[in-house]
């Protein structure tokens, strides 16, 4: 199965939220990391069908998937991020009024609704309105009715927002189980999330994708560029201030030690330090994060 999304684009108005994305994806797991409207969730959209494009195709086997119709949509299971919950329903009921709107048979819907409810930790609570529920459980239920018709193909938006740290480990060997044989797409804001589920990292700036790799390689794109810094503490600030620091912490005396991501050493005495996936999207997120900063203070 090869899943190609041929220079997508999507524009509102003289927005473009997409530009010409092109990515082939085999079965695995694709995360998907970028700042808040980099352009993830319209392109889910657009790989769900739920929006057109603008330009571009997305072809599954070498198909337009929009020829493919109900061909296509029988394969995909899709977590959107707002995700509409019907409070008054219990978690049974409402997966199989999912199962329905799937066209699941209603004998295979229950088998399978207990089964997947059981995997996601919510048989106990399955009798429950969903409206008693916490935000991790609704989002486990979410996961849940995603996999209803046993997609080949998924897609999840933010689905570890809400979980507390347990859930996410929980989360996370639910989707190593679930990926064999199929390509799973995820965004999230987490970046050790990505770390551990993810077998292709895929990087979204402004709409474009930036990288599009395999997790195993991805923290080398930033060997040579990490440095330990050991400066004096009324030095920070104007570091701070120069430099894209990942991170501070106090040493002995009046020392802090920074470690900041740079081309080339930022100071005399700085020391290399192996790199990980955080320090690569702080690197290429530096200016939406000092953004952001800035509108915080
Ligand atoms: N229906 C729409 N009409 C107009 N602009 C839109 C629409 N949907 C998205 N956009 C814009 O397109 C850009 C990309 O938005 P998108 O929601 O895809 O980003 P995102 O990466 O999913 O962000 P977040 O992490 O905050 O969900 C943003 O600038 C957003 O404001």
Redesign the pocket.
């Known amino acids: 199965m090869e899943l190609v999304l041929d220079k997508l684009t ?1 524009q ?2 003289r ?4 530009d010409e994305m092109t990515i082939r994806m085999k079965p695995g797991v694709y995360g ?1 990391l ?12 657009m790989i769900c069908g739920v ?1 057109n494009p603008t330009r571009g195709t997305v072809f599954l086997d070498g198909k337009d998937v929009e020829n493919l119709g109900e061909d296509y949509r029988n394969l995909l299971g899709y977590l959107p ?1 707002d995700f509409g919950y019907y409070p008054e329903f219990t978690a049974e009921n409402f997966m199989l009024y999912v199962a329905a709107l799937k066209g699941i048979a209603p004998q295979n819907a229950k088998i399978r609704s207990k089964e997947l409810l059981e995997l996601v930790g919510l048989t106990e609570v399955s009798a429950k309105k969903i409206r008693t529920y916490s935000g991790g459980m609704k989002q486990r239920l979410g996961i849940a009715q995603a996999v209803l018709n046993d997609p080949r193909i998924l897609v999840l ?2 689905p570890t927002a809400g979980l507390d740290p347990k859930e996410r480990v929980h989360f996370r060997n639910l989707i190593a189980d679930f990926s064999k044989d199929k390509i799973v797409i995820l ?1 999230t ?1 987490i970046v050790s999330d990505i770390e551990y589920i993810s077998d292709t990292v895929l990087m ?1 700036k402004d ?1 474009k994708l930036i990288i599009n790799r395999p997790a195993e390689h991805i923290a080398h794109e930033m060997d040579g560029k990490v440095w330990r810094c050991v400066v004096r503490k009324q030095e920070t600030e104007a570091i701070s201030r120069s430099f894209c620091v990942a991170n501070l912490h106090h040493g002995d005396d009046d020392t802090v030690i920074l470690r900041v991501l740079n081309d080339e050493s930022p100071l005399q005495g700085a020391v290399n330090e192996t790199p990980t996936l955080e320090d690569l999207y702080l690197y290429h997120f530096q200016s939406d994060i000092a953004e952001y900063r800035g509108s915080n203070r």
């Open positions: 999507k509102f108005g927005k473009t939220a997409v998907m970028g700042a808040n409207g980099a352009g993830k969730t319209t392109l889910m959209r929006l991020q938006d933010e965004s804001h979204i709409g």
